[in-house]
């Protein structure tokens, strides 16, 4: 990582948690050595308030500001880990909120284009990972309908609950490329989703496979132009 601020210091008590944090993953099941080098790499305690700091590192989602979350460490590690692509590789996120998500794609070497459509959020997110030497492309809009001036992606990776899968994010996929997404499951509650896999094998075929339940917040139509 590059140079940062003085003000965030990453004490060995950190870094002893995140230690924790990473036994507790693999014990979870994540076994993408680049996923849990990039974790390791990325302090989590960064993208919360100081009121977390001896908390950061548990498999717990906090509150971040604008009713969103930061999602779960587990979270996080599964969806980076199925997105199965090499390094360089060039990724889409839909929605950037605290930047913990962006910085672990970065820190895995994607090429990291990510939006937000709460101001706040992105008025916060871009600086900051700018500031810890993150070289993402951040921008303020509408997650629905993705980037399509930097399409096509070879992964495009969604961190809100979606009732379905938007159509404009399928068009945006490179043939070979993955889609993860968590779909509302209205037959488990709400605020439950599927971990959906989609990937692209042809012009117009797609496979679908799940991941099992999970719990974010929902996304949003935009009314950014």
């Known amino acids: 990582m590059a140079s ?4 965030l210091q990453d004490t060995y008590r950190h870094r002893g948690m995140r230690r924790k944090m990473l036994d507790g993953l693999r014990q979870m099941g994540i076994a993408d050595e680049r996923v849990l080098s990039a974790m390791d790499e990325v302090p989590r305690h960064y ?7 001896k908390f950061a590192y ?3 989602a906090f ?3 604008a009713g969103q979350t930061i999602s779960h460490p587990y979270t996080v590690a599964r969806q980076s880990e199925l997105l199965q692509l090499p390094e360089g590789s060039k990724v889409l996120e839909i929605g950037t909120g605290s930047g913990f998500q962006c910085a672990v794609l970065c820190a ?4 990291v284009y990510s939006i937000e459509r709460q ?7 871009k600086p900051f990972l700018k500031q810890l030497g993150y070289r993402a492309d951040i921008f303020y809009g509408d ?4 980037k399509p001036v930097f399409a096509p992606f070879d992964g495009i990776l969604v961190t809100c609950g979606a009732p379905s899968i938007p159509e404009a994010l399928l068009g945006q996929l490179n043939i070979g490329g993955r889609i993860i997404i968590p779909i509302d499951d209205a037959s488990a509650g709400e605020g439950v989703q599927i971990m959906t896999e989609v990937r692209r094998v042809g012009q117009k075929k797609f496979t679908r496979q799940t991941h099992g339940h999970f719990a974010f917040v929902p996304m949003l139509a935009s009314r950014v132009r």
């Open 63 to 65: 509150q971040i500001g």
């Open 58 to 60: 548990e498999n717990k």
């Open 119 to 125: 101001k706040e959020l992105y008025d916060r997110a």
């Open 4 to 7: 940062i601020a003085a003000h």
């Open 108 to 111: 895995m070497g994607y090429k």
């Open 47 to 53: 993208y919360l308030d100081a009121a977390f700091d």
């Open 143 to 146: 997650g629905y309908k993705g």
